[in-house]
């Protein structure tokens, strides 16, 4: 008898764990702030319209200020923080990096990192920092995967047909067709190491993000609109399943 109490009370202990659980996703799903994460090809005009969608918001758009913040932050320089910006590492420091992330570390350890140990990790940081103090949109920086346990945050990924890609490189930076194609084709390739080794997704799939967009289509306006609307409706969407776990 004294069995069949004990088992019956486990588990009612354990449902009103996980309806406590419930109701607490529930309320994060309802509450939290909306971020915007931006990954985006060469030319593609990913910075530009994650400005766009910042404006249209009312929010701020971080880019290059991310790393600005980050350095305050943590007291390193900010020049070393340019050094290494989106810059892929060995795969041997990003198993260091990130079972120090998971396990914790205190201020000894972190004194002991090597540079580019810390500097991930101060950006981490800084991204989540961000995402709980105000809505905002990120450009970069593995965002989406700094933020991949907040439903409220909106994971896009930008391309670009290699035409207007091309296009828009020559202008910003006033160069010829084949130094516009190197820049492209270099830049997509740190991109790309940087994300795939910082994270456990695969940097312009589209299974890595919520949507994935070619900014040719629709031009820079249009796109940040598509964009918002998409985000509007994710978000209608979390709090009708927060609702649903009060």
Not at 9 to 23: A, H, V, W
Not at 80 to 93: A, I, M, Q
Not at 107 to 132: V, W
Not at 173 to 199: G, H, L, Q
Request: aromatic fraction near 10%.
């Amino acid at each position: 008898m004294f069995l069949y109490y004990l088992r019956f009370l486990c588990y009612n202990l354990i449902n009103e764990k996980n309806y406590i659980m419930c109701m607490l996703k529930g309320e994060d799903r309802m509450k939290g702030n909306l971020v915007i994460t931006i990954g985006r090809q060469c030319g593609s005009g990913g910075k530009m319209i994650g400005q766009k969608i910042a404006e249209k918001l009312g929010v701020k758009c971080y880019d290059k200020e991310l790393l600005t913040r980050a350095a305050k932050e943590s007291g390193l320089c900010e020049e070393l923080f340019e050094t290494h910006d989106e810059k892929p590492t060995s795969s041997f420091l990003y198993s260091l990096v990130m079972d120090t992330y998971s396990l914790g570390y205190t201020t000894s350890s972190y004194m002991d990192m090597p540079i580019n140990h810390k500097i991930f990790l101060a950006q981490f940081e800084t991204i989540k920092k961000l995402a709980k103090e105000e809505s905002c949109v990120i450009v970069g920086r593995c965002a989406d995967y700094a933020l991949a346990d907040d439903p409220n945050t909106v994971s896009v990924f930008i391309t670009g047909n290699d035409e207007d890609k091309l296009k828009s490189i020559k202008e910003l930076y006033n160069v010829d067709d084949a130094k516009a194609k190197d820049i492209m084709v270099k830049t997509d390739k740190k991109r790309s190491s940087y994300y795939n080794y910082y994270s456990s997704k695969k940097w312009g799939d589209s299974r890595s993000y919520d949507m994935c967009i070619n900014s040719s289509v629709l031009g820079p306006d249009a796109t940040a609109d598509m964009i918002i609307t998409f985000a509007k409706a994710k978000a209608a969407q979390n709090e009708e399943i927060g609702r649903a776990h009060v």
